[in-house]
C-alpha cells in the first residue's frame, strides 16, 4: 500500500502543473518526439526536459530512444491508480450523502 500511496503523490504531484497537464493532453492524442511535446511552450529545453522527467518519475510517459529522437508516449496505469483512488473516494462520499438523505426523508416526509 505505500508504494502504491507514494505513487499516487507522485501522479497528483505530476497533474499538479498545467505545463505538465498540456502535455498529458498532447499524449493522449499519441505518441510524439520531445520537440513536438516542447513546441507550444515558451519554455526552456531544460525546463520541458525537467517537466519530462517528473512525468516518467510519475509513470505518465515512457521515453524511447530511436536514434536522436526521443518517442514519448503517455502511460496509463499510473492514471489508474489516480481513478482508483477518485472512485473510492466518491463512492464513500456518495454513499454518505444518500444515507443523509435517507435520514432527513424519514425526519420530513414531504
Do not use: Y
Amino acid at each position: 500500500m505505500q508504494q502504491s500511496g507514494e505513487q499516487l503523490d507522485q501522479v497528483f504531484f505530476a497533474l499538479s502543473d498545467p505545463t505538465r497537464r498540456a502535455i498529458v493532453s498532447r499524449l493522449a492524442e499519441g505518441s510524439t518526439t520531445v520537440g513536438e511535446l516542447a513546441k507550444p511552450f515558451d519554455i526552456s529545453a531544460p525546463a520541458i526536459s525537467r517537466h519530462m522527467r517528473v512525468l516518467e518519475s510519475a509513470g505518465l510517459l515512457r521515453r524511447e530512444v530511436k536514434g536522436r529522437e526521443h518517442l514519448c508516449t503517455l502511460s496509463t496505469m499510473a492514471l489508474k491508480t489516480a481513478e482508483d483512488w477518485l472512485n473510492f473516494h466518491r463512492d464513500f462520499w456518495e454513499s454518505r450523502f444518500d444515507a443523509l438523505e435517507e435520514m432527513f426523508r424519514q425526519v420530513d416526509p414531504n
